[in-house]
């Protein structure tokens, strides 16, 4: 049986600095949603939080249009396919990943989405983690940008977070000795006994610089999700033609960037930073997922998934990205996955 009505979350006003209680709204609308030509019905089950999320809701010119105010919230997810079009080749029940939106129901068009079929060993979860966008980031910054050599020196920065603990597990499988920067010594203590690196820095303890310049001394290479202060830092540990892959730069997002100062090094050792885009491997996306799923289901990767529950929850815990609230990738649930055999 279709709702009679679904709830969504639109973007209520840009934020000037952090998101706040007023940044999004959510309303409750009645269910008039009809797949048209090439497109599908989605029931959303769960929801990815990306600290790209604030960018898209700046007014700025970046690599997607900023979303619009009053309307739904830009997300990608997983759903499952309610209702299809004439010659659609998903088929109701299909669980699928696309671009969802912060929604319970979404009209989305069909090459958007992602048919998924989990293999033995995994779960549907992991198309939100390592065998989704978030591996797969890691996976392309890592040994495509960063280009990790066996023996070298890897520092890797928002380490317990959903991207950063994958590269984290990619860098000792490529054989490098992976320093691993995190906000706190619980997250730290994680990285090394969970995830096996090869030693934890705390960033927000005292000792953090001189911590940095003994237990690393000069990096090879470097997979920087924050970029700020820690970046900056860094610019002043290269070794000879270092290598940074600049994936995000979290710590200002939320604010005009104050510059880097320790850029000259770049000349000095031959060093580079280079900032990528995911979407830019697409070609390359399905050998990277059955190398990332063969660690996976061997053990070789571990994951960690912080699930909130309820759609109306997702603008209050969206801002946990930039507390370090999460450990591993934050995501909210939705809906049960359903029964394959219910039908709307
Ligand atoms: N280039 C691409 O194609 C691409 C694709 C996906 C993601 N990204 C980027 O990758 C980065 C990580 O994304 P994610 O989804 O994996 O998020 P995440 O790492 O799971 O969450 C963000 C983490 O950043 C840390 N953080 C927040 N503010 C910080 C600050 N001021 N200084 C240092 N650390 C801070 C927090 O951990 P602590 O507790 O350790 O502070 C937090 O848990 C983001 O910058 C994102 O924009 C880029």
């Not at 599908?40 to 700025?60: C, E, F, H, T």
């Not at 979303?67 to 396919?81: A, D, P």
């Amino acid at each position: 049986m279709a709702p009679t009505e679904y709830t969504r979350i639109v973007l209520n006003e840009r934020p000037l600095a952090n998101i706040d209680s007023k940044t999004f709204r959510k309303e409750v609308i009645p269910f008039n949603l009809n797949p048209g030509k090439d497109e599908v019905l989605v029931q959303v089950i769960y929801l990815s939080l990306d600290p790209a999320m604030r960018g898209w809701i700046n007014d700025k010119r970046s690599y997607m249009e900023p979303v619009k105010i009053g309307e739904t919230m830009r997300s990608s997810g997983l759903g499952v396919v309610a209702k299809t079009s004439p010659g659609s080749k998903l088929v109701e029940g299909d669980v699928v990943s696309g671009l969802v939106g912060w929604t319970e129901y979404a009209v989305v068009p069909e090459k958007g989405l992602h048919k998924i079929v989990v293999p033995e060993g995994a779960e549907v979860l992991d198309f939100l983690g390592p065998l989704g966008m978030t591996g797969l980031t890691a996976y392309f910054g890592l040994f495509d940008v960063a280009k990790v050599k066996p023996g070298q020196t890897l520092v890797v920065t928002g380490a317990a977070g959903a991207t950063g603990s994958i590269v984290c597990q990619l860098g000792k499988i490529a054989g490098a000795k992976v320093f691993a920067v995190a906000g706190g010594p619980e997250k730290c203590e994680w990285l090394e006994k969970e995830l096996g690196v090869d030693k934890a820095l705390d960033y927000k303890s005292p000792t953090f610089h001189d911590d940095f310049k003994k237990s690393v001394g000069y990096l090879d290479a470097m997979f920087d999700n924050v970029g700020g202060d820690i970046l900056d830092f860094a610019l002043t540990r290269l070794n000879k033609n270092a290598k940074i892959a600049l994936c995000g730069a979290i710590s200002d997002y939320n604010s005009k960037p104050k510059g880097l100062t320790g850029y000259l090094n770049l000349i000095s050792q031959t060093a580079s930073i280079q900032g990528f885009l995911v979407f830019d491997f697409a070609a390359k996306f399905p050998t990277a997922i059955q190398e990332l799923t063969k660690w996976l289901t061997e053990g070789k990767i571990k994951r960690k998934f912080h699930v909130v529950e309820g759609l109306e929850k997702a603008p209050e815990t969206l801002p946990l990205l930039f507390s370090g609230g999460n450990t591993g990738k934050l995501v909210i649930k939705v809906a049960e996955l359903p029964r394959k055999d219910s039908k709307l």
